[in-house]
């Protein structure tokens, strides 16, 4: 069955470092996504990225957040200049389309920030 | 601005018990609903989805209801067993008519642990 896959599953990084994490989406999704999970709350929307460009993003991802499709099969999310807060679990996500389609989501990156 | 809550937050249940799990959003103008599985450090994985025009979905021992006018959906697990402690999570997507994009909004979550 297909599935999202995530690299790597556990990054440490020290504050003020650049970060990319990695995404591969199921392969005949168009919609892909960035959530976040801080521990113990809620798991958070980040940003949609839809033909080649966002679609939506949260007040979160601000301007040290970028999304990339950097070839047909990755999608990355980089964070510029880290900061301790950044500090969750990092979950990408993937569906067919808009319009209610199932979305699917990747084992996660656990981005510690020291 | 949509607020997703789901009761109780933590539940502990004798193995082969039938089980309950709820939540609740504030704007009823929304797409559809996912529930999810989460085990501790892991991914989510998609359980159900109900669409806003349904009133119930089924996989196996789980029943999933929604009544979107009244903002509630139930995640009913038949049966319980030691394999389905995890975190249960509840998310809606807006109404894309009303201009709602696609992202998921989240409830905090019922964390479930089934005993022997």
């Known amino acids: 069955e297909p599935e999202v896959t995530q690299t790597p599953s556990h990054q440490v990084t020290q504050m003020g470092q650049e970060v990319i994490l990695r995404c591969v989406p199921i392969?005949?999704?168009?919609?892909f996504y960035w959530y976040r999970q801080i521990l113990g709350q809620k798991v958070e929307f980040l940003v949609s990225?839809?033909?080649?460009?966002?679609?939506?993003k949260s007040e979160i991802f601000d301007d040290q957040f970028s999304v990339e499709r950097p070839d047909g099969s990755n999608f990355t999310l980089k964070i510029r200049s880290t900061k301790l807060e950044d500090s969750a679990m990092y979950f990408c996500?993937?569906?067919?389309?808009?319009?209610?389609?199932?979305?699917?989501f990747g084992p996660g990156t656990r981005l510690t920030v020291t | 601005k949509q607020e997703v809550t789901q009761i109780p937050a933590a539940l502990s249940v004798p193995e082969g018990e039938n089980l309950v799990l709820n939540c609740s959003f504030t704007?009823?103008?929304?797409?559809?609903l996912q529930w999810f599985r989460q085990d501790p450090g892991k991914g989510l994985t998609s359980l159900l989805l109900?669409?806003?025009?349904?009133r119930e979905q089924t996989s196996g021992r789980l029943n999933a209801s929604l009544d979107k006018s009244s903002g509630r959906s139930t995640l009913y697990i038949a049966a319980s067993q030691p394999g389905d402690s995890a975190t249960y999570l509840c998310?809606?997507?807006?109404?894309?008519?009303?201009?709602?994009?696609?992202?998921?909004?989240f409830g905090t979550g019922t964390q479930l642990k089934v005993e022997l």
């Open positions: 109900i669409q806003s025009s349904q």
């Open positions: 704007d009823s103008a929304i797409y559809n």
């Open positions: 996500a993937s569906s067919k389309d808009r319009g209610g389609y199932e979305q699917y």
């Open positions: 998310a809606v997507s807006p109404d894309i008519l009303t201009g709602g994009g696609n992202k998921l909004t």
């Open positions: 392969s005949n999704h168009l919609y």
């Open positions: 990225f839809y033909n080649n460009e966002i679609s939506e």
